[in-house]
């Protein structure tokens, strides 16, 4: 591919991307919405929308008549048009969701998964559910592909999972390039926190610039939205925010050192201190704060749910009774309006982005 041809099908992508995004928010819209709010020209519009339709992803949906001039077609997102499975693997189950084009949950199931799982184990269980899943209303056709969040670390960047904590048999594992082939549909392979945090993106929308998505389920990580970009780190594994130390003395973590925000966590909830276990969780959400300075503070995970009140108000209290925090470095703290969804919907819409969201760079 030429260099010219590179760009120009990553600028017909790009506004391909801003009219889907206000397909998204808008509910309807028309020629002129997106002209004012992408600052596209007319004719630009007119070439997008004209291709939108043509590939089902919106629709006419009726004609507004202004008092002067002619009258404008309005659009709409057409949610069914496509659809995509996203997977959250947790070190005991696995959690598959079928999401639309509008980022919709539709379906939600979640299965045992054998323990110390190896990757053979994972890939038939991804197998059953991924044909359960598109049998539903017959999908194949409008799949768009697989999203994994999975347990880390892990390197986004090569499909790769390097030595997912507490898995024995997942050390350096091509698990994108794999199960691509078992299941011969895209995969889209990405931590468990970082799919957590942009499904959170896809729903707070614009204002949602730099926030955490803190998780609690067989273990604590953390997923960064940092000037309104999803954030990776320099080697793609951002996030181990449970293998930050709190106690110099304390117990043996899953990741080799003593005194885990993690392992902390886990003997406090363990020996049934939900209290404590959420104080824990507190204090390491207050150093997060003081490190990152954040807005917004989602609270998400199947152990933390079981809690969601406990939790939220031991976070909560203690951002507000931080004394080196002044009036105005307010931070919201809430818990994930997704629930146990979160990971496995965050992975679905990564792989609808890949596709209708805005486009990675050509390469020069």
């Not at 998964?113 to 049998?135: C, K």
Request: aromatic share 4%.
């Amino acid at each position: 591919m030429t260099r010219v041809t590179a760009d120009v099908t990553f600028l017909r992508g790009y506004n391909q991307a801003l009219v889907m995004a206000v397909g998204r928010t808008a509910g309807t819209f028309e020629r002129a919405t997106v002209v004012e709010a992408t600052g596209l020209t007319p004719q630009a519009v007119s070439k997008v929308i004209a291709r939108l339709t043509a590939d089902g992803l919106i629709r006419p949906a009726g004609v507004r008549r202004p008092g002067i001039g002619k009258p404008a077609v309005v659009y709409e997102l057409v949610p069914d048009s496509r659809y995509a499975i996203g997977a959250h693997v947790a070190r005991r189950t696995l959690r598959l969701v079928l999401v639309d084009l509008a980022g919709t949950v539709h379906h939600s199931a979640v299965s045992p998964l054998p323990r110390d799982f190896t990757p053979e184990q994972l890939l038939d269980a991804l197998a059953t559910g991924v044909d359960t899943m598109a049998g539903v209303g017959d999908l194949r056709g409008r799949l768009t592909g697989l999203g994994i969040g999975m347990i880390g670390p892990l390197d986004h960047a090569n499909g790769l999972v390097r030595d997912a904590h507490g898995l024995r048999h997942w050390h350096d594992v091509p698990l994108r390039e794999i199960a691509e082939k078992h299941l011969g549909l895209p995969v889209h392979l990405d931590k468990d926190v970082t799919a957590g945090i942009t499904a959170e993106a896809w729903r707070h929308g614009a204002t949602f610039g730099d926030a955490a998505l803190i998780m609690v389920e067989s273990g604590i990580g953390a997923g960064f939205r940092l000037g309104g970009a999803t954030h990776r780190g320099a080697h793609t594994n951002a996030g181990e925010f449970g293998h930050t130390v709190v106690d110099l003395t304390g117990p043996r973590c899953v990741c080799g050192r003593h005194g885990c925000l993690e392992i902390v966590h886990q003997h406090a909830a363990e020996a049934g201190d939900v209290a404590h276990a959420a104080r824990v969780l507190a204090v390491g959400v207050v150093n997060l704060l003081q490190t990152l300075d954040l807005a917004h503070v989602v609270l998400a995970g199947a152990d933390l749910l079981r809690h969601p009140q406990t939790y939220l108000s031991a976070v909560t209290g203690a951002v507000q009774a931080d004394a080196r925090r002044a009036a105005w470095l307010s931070t919201r703290v809430t818990v994930s309006s997704l629930g146990a969804d979160v990971i496995a919907a965050g992975a679905a819409i990564q792989v609808l982005d890949q596709h209708y969201g805005i486009p990675a760079l050509a390469a020069s």
